[in-house]
Structures are given as structure tokens and as C-alpha cells.
């Protein structure tokens, strides 16, 4: 993710982001922890990121894409509503392109799976 994106839900978020986990230790989480994250799922991420928000023991570990999908890793515990909500947004991440945020398509060339729009795909492809 670029670093004004970056910035802007590190910003938004800093709590969660700075929180530290039940343990005791500091959060792994850094001002840069967005930056393994594609610009086009910045909706995605700053609504996923909402959610946990809400729960004051939930320690955020890591934000990246991974297969194709969104992974968000963090530690605690989150209501089965929030579960749910979450779920449905790392689904979601398989059909919204990792570079600009249109209905997209998951795929995989040379052993590297991306979601893309037509568009995207098809300089991936060419690109590969």
C-alpha cells in the first residue's frame, strides 16, 4: 500500500495499531504494517480494521494479502456478529482487484495468485 494510505489508517486506527497484546508485549504492528497491503482493498481493510476496533482486547499482529485474499492476524477474542462480518470481508477481498478496487477475479499464473480486474489481470499476465 502506498505510504499515504498507509498512513491514513495507521492514523485513523493508531490505537489499535499501538495497543499491546494480553500478554504484555508491544504490539508487533508497526506504522508501516499496512504497507504489504494493495491500494484497492483500502475500503476493505479500514472497514475490517473498524470492526476490530470496537473490542478493546484485541491485539492487531498483521495486515497483508495472501493467495489472492486478504489476512488480517490479530490476537483476542471478537463476537460471533463480528466473526461473521469479518468473514465476509476476506471473502470479499477474492472478488475486489488488489490494485484499484473494481469487481475483480482471482487467479494464479507461475505459482503467484492475485485478484485483479480485467483490466489489472491482463498486464499481470503480460507482465509475468
Given at each position: 500500500m502506498d505510504s499515504n494510505l498507509n498512513r491514513?489508517?495507521?492514523?485513523?486506527?493508531?490505537?489499535?495499531?499501538?495497543?499491546?497484546?494480553?500478554?504484555?508485549?508491544?504490539s508487533p504492528f508497526k506504522l508501516d504494517g499496512f504497507s504489504a497491503c494493495p491500494n484497492g482493498w483500502y475500503n476493505l481493510i479500514d472497514e475490517y480494521i473498524g470492526v476490530l476496533s470496537q473490542?478493546?482486547?484485541?491485539?492487531?499482529?498483521?495486515?497483508?494479502?495472501?493467495?489472492?485474499?486478504l489476512r488480517v492476524y490479530f490476537s483476542g477474542r471478537v463476537s460471533d456478529r463480528a466473526s461473521a462480518i469479518l468473514g465476509n470481508l476476506e471473502e470479499k477481498s477474492y472478488n475486489t482487484?488488489?490494485?484499484?478496487?473494481?469487481?475483480?477475479?482471482?487467479?494464479?499464473?507461475?505459482?503467484?495468485?492475485?485478484?485483479?480486474?480485467?483490466?489489472?489481470?491482463?498486464?499481470?499476465k503480460n507482465s509475468v
Open positions: 491514513q489508517l495507521y492514523d485513523k486506527y493508531q490505537d489499535l495499531c499501538d495497543r499491546s497484546c494480553a500478554s504484555g508485549s508491544p473490542f478493546p482486547d484485541i491485539c492487531l499482529l498483521q495486515v497483508k494479502s495472501k493467495f489472492g485474499g482487484c488488489e490494485t484499484c478496487g473494481k469487481p475483480a477475479r482471482t487467479e494464479s499464473v507461475n505459482y503467484w495468485t492475485r485478484t485483479l480486474c480485467d483490466e489489472h489481470h491482463a498486464e499481470w
